[in-house]
């Protein structure tokens, strides 16, 4: 199934669509549009909206709830924001969706659990009127979705690809470098949309042998690490130390696809009694930005949950008034279905040399960066 059909190009004239504050609205060519005329109602400003999340498993998904409590409220909407349990299965989500369609809820909000299985939820949705907006996570297989609102997530893998290969020249100027690759859970539509940018990067030079993969785990399906969970991150790392690195072979970096799967092999390295190689991140989490200051994981990407939160609920404040929110890319998000219009911000990668000045207005994490 094709998700991103152009990739570096389009990643990077969305950034620039989005930096010169251009919205392609009108834009909308066959499947890639959604339904004007309904748009065009609006609803009632105190109206019910839904906002679905998956499990707590990472700081931003945490904040996102606390900030769309909040924001919805102040913007004068009923607020039902919930998450699904912990269980990999996406049941409890599913019924959540179900019960805020049958509440009256005028637009759901929809962080998926498994992108792969909401077609249903989002197709009642669709038949009593509500607006679906997937939210950092593309659905997949419905052509019910009306909007898709992210951080470039292709561009994400591109930053964090060549953040390691940076970070590996810092250490040793000319390779071979040798390395190992994760990414995230499979039913997490965004895993391969941060994979295949990474490997936009790194295959080119494990083409011509600049980089050597250890263990030749190459293929998305070797590197996916189910549920995001940092223990099943650690475990195939150890096993990585074990079958591949036991001897004299040194390992120079580690493409992780977030901060806690970072953390994870970051502590599978050092309780092997291994140099610590290049390691890079994703969501700027409190521990792993202390854990940059002190010169141990190499980067993360700062993808402001504030700002994505405050994009969304601006999305919500335009179909409201019958308006066609913003939108900055109208090709690029194919989910097997549709193409769905999507608007886009930019992520920022975050090193120790940078993290002063990317992190100066996070009244959290600017005071670990002095």
Not at 108 to 130: N, R
Not at 283 to 304: F, H, L, P, R, W
Not at 305 to 312: K, P, S
């Amino acid at each position: 199934m094709r998700r991103i059909i152009t990739r570096g190009i389009a990643a990077a004239g969305a950034v620039a669509l989005l930096a010169l504050g251009t919205a392609c609205s009108n834009e909308r060519e066959g499947s890639t549009g959604t339904d004007a005329a309904a748009d065009a109602q609006g609803f009632a400003q105190d109206a019910l909206v839904g906002v679905a999340l998956p499990a707590k498993t990472s700081e931003n998904w945490v904040l996102a709830g606390d900030l769309f409590t909040d924001g919805l409220k102040e913007a004068g909407f009923q607020a039902d924001v919930q998450y699904a349990g912990a269980s990999t299965t996406v049941a409890d989500q599913q019924a959540q969706i179900s019960s805020m369609v049958t509440k009256g809820a005028k637009v759901i909000v929809i962080g998926a659990t498994d992108a792969s299985q909401l077609a249903t939820q989002v197709a009642q949705a669709k038949q009593a009127g509500a607006a679906v907006v997937a939210y950092d996570r593309l659905i997949t297989n419905s052509p019910d979705v009306d909007y898709y609102i992210a951080f470039d997530n292709f561009k994400v893998g591109q930053l964090q690809g060549q953040a390691l290969v940076d970070g590996m020249k810092a250490e040793k100027p000319t390779g071979p470098w040798t390395i190992e690759l994760f990414s995230g859970s499979p039913d997490d539509n965004n895993s391969k949309v941060f994979f295949d940018g990474a490997m936009d990067v790194l295959k080119p030079l494990i083409d011509q042998g600049d980089i050597v993969v250890g263990s030749g785990q190459t293929d998305i399906k070797q590197t996916a690490i189910q549920g995001w969970k940092a223990e099943n991150a650690q475990q195939r790392m150890d096993s990585l130390l074990t079958s591949t690195y036991d001897g004299a072979k040194k390992l120079d970096g580690v493409l992780s696809p977030n901060d806690t799967l970072a953390r994870a092999v970051l502590t599978s390295v050092k309780g092997a009694g291994k140099p610590v190689p290049v390691v890079t991140g994703q969501d700027s989490e409190v521990e792993s930005v202390k854990s940059i200051m002190a010169g141990e994981q190499y980067s993360t990407i700062n993808k402001d949950t504030r700002r994505l939160v405050t994009e969304t609920i601006n999305m919500v404040k335009a179909l409201q008034k019958g308006d066609e929110p913003q939108i900055n890319d109208t090709t690029s998000y194919d989910n097997g279905s549709k193409v769905v219009p999507a608007h886009l911000l930019p992520p920022v990668i975050v090193t120790k040399e940078n993290a002063a000045e990317a992190y100066a207005n996070d009244p959290k994490l600017a005071p670990l960066t002095q």
